[in-house]
């Protein structure tokens, strides 16, 4: 019985410390784009990485493969393979904009950011090399944030450059086609970007069964060795058929993985990340380039918010319910008010987005509007100069609250405030966000 509930833990505990390596995998098949050569023939399967791809226009219901994606920027995504040798990006003049590109190692840690907060918006290059390279730095790379030592050979790069609408997309498209990738030798001899094909063998749609678990855990693990001070950790796994080593899990190996999935899974959809205020808010955990240890918060981040920037960078309070601890469902009707000069503390910009609970993704509304924000024209201020944001699945019979309307779906929502570059206040708590209010009941 005492090795039974022993194997049981460890199973769990290896699912939640994998959980961000299968995620990473089945990102990687599902946003990688599809390798064509010539008339569009390729290799069934095969994708390029080493290049930037873009999303041209600002996400609304139903178009992205990413939960809870923001509709205030236009994404710029990269998987980087770093088996070859170190790799340059050239990032554009922004003049000014805000952008951000978020290094994501395979494990998930959000080891480094290159924009407007770290480096700055002219034109630059960085060099990114390999976990455990020690070749000289180039000309240009020894200044300060030039040089990026990845701790994994396979990278997420999740780019986000601000726009102001959709009159502002072109101007954004433009600056997306300034970054580039490429292997250091060919930045040098002045050689076009070019692509690289690999297989990602993951279909990102595929059931998550215990097997399917394994295979993907282990090849990542293969490619993408854990930390010197995780050795032992992952070591323990192996009794699970989880290692860079390790071959098909057998049928009792099968077995227990698949119960900790079963369990483990359901839990973490219903586990918040991070500490509930008194006005219901749930602030995330302030993460500084990793999850310092924290596999739980890494797991569950992967699963709901795969992508996260550090806090430094971003921070996104939840609302998940009411001033009344009720769970927010667009047949009632809220308000959210920010009192006169106690708008979301930020140096670059925010937002409040809506989500349905259900599948973390945005909603389709008959306004198209997915946020209010900082840059949202037209609306309305209190008399008193505070703002009131109106929420639910109708539209206000008022002018002045349609202005300020957040459509909801019919049923249970979330709300994200994407606040970009938080002051202190907002990261330590001193600054309180306003409780979602309800207001009645709809018939």
């Known amino acids: 019985m005492v090795a039974a509930i022993a194997n049981r833990a460890l199973a769990e505990e290896a699912v939640v ?14 946003t990688s784009p599809r390798r064509t050569d010539g008339a569009g023939a390729a290799p069934e399967g095969q994708r390029w990485c080493n290049v930037f791809t873009h999303a041209r226009a600002l996400l609304g219901a139903g178009k992205s493969r990413v939960v809870t994606p923001n509709n205030d920027t236009l994404y710029t995504n990269a998987w980087l393979d ?32 290159i924009g407007q907060r770290r480096t700055g918006t002219r ?46 997309v072109a101007a954004v498209n433009a600056l997306q086609d300034g970054f580039t990738v490429r292997p250091l030798a060919d930045w040098q001899a002045g050689a076009a ?67 900790a999935l079963d369990a483990v ?71 959210l008010r920010f009192a006169p000069g106690a708008l979301p503390p930020v140096d670059a910009f925010w937002s409040i987005t809506l989500y349905d609970s259900g599948d973390y993704m945005l909603v389709d509304n008959p306004i198209d509007r997915y946020a209010i924000g900082d840059r949202t024209p037209g609306l309305q201020r209190d008399a008193d100069g505070g703002l009131t944001l109106h929420i639910a699945h109708a539209a206000p019979a008022d002018a002045a609250a349609r202005a300020n309307w957040l459509p909801a779906p019919v049923g249970g929502f979330y709300l994200c405030l994407r606040a970009y570059v938080p002051r202190a206040e907002l990261l330590d708590g001193r600054y309180a966000l306003p409780a979602v209010t309800r207001v009645e009941e709809l018939a």
């Open 265 to 335: 899974l359901p839990r973490m959809r219903e586990q918040q990340a991070g500490e509930v205020t008194a006005s219901g808010w749930t602030l995330m955990p302030v993460v500084e380039g990793s999850f310092g240890g924290d596999h739980l918060l890494r797991a569950l981040v992967a699963l709901k918010y795969i992508g996260m920037l550090e806090s430094r960078e971003a921070t996104y309070p939840i609302a998940w319910r009411d001033a009344a601890g009720q769970a927010l469902d667009g047949s009632r009707r809220y308000r």
């Open 123 to 168: 034109a630059r290059a960085f060099l990114v090399t390999p976990p455990g390279w020690a070749g000289p730095l180039p000309a240009g790379f020894d200044v300060p944030g030039a040089h990026i030592a990845a701790p994994t050979r396979w990278l997420w790069i999740i780019g986000r450059i601000l726009v102001d609408g959709p009159q502002d």
């Open 17 to 30: 410390s994998a959980y961000p390596l299968y995620e990473m995998a089945r990102m990687r098949a599902a």
């Open 82 to 113: 770093l088996g070859a040798g170190p790799l340059v990006i050239d990032v554009p003049d922004t003049a000014g904009r805000y952008y951000v590109l978020g290094l994501l190692d395979f494990y998930t840690e959000p080891f480094a950011h």
């Open 193 to 259: 970007p070019r692509p690289l094909a690999f297989d990602p063998a993951c279909d990102p749609k595929a059931p998550l069964g215990a097997a399917h678990f394994v295979d993907q855990v282990n090849r990542a693990l293969r490619e993408n060795p854990p930390p010197a001070a995780e050795a032992a950790l992952w070591a323990r796994f192996a009794a699970l058929g989880i290692g860079a080593d390790a071959g098909p899990p057998d049928a009792a190996q099968r077995d227990l993985l698949q119960a």
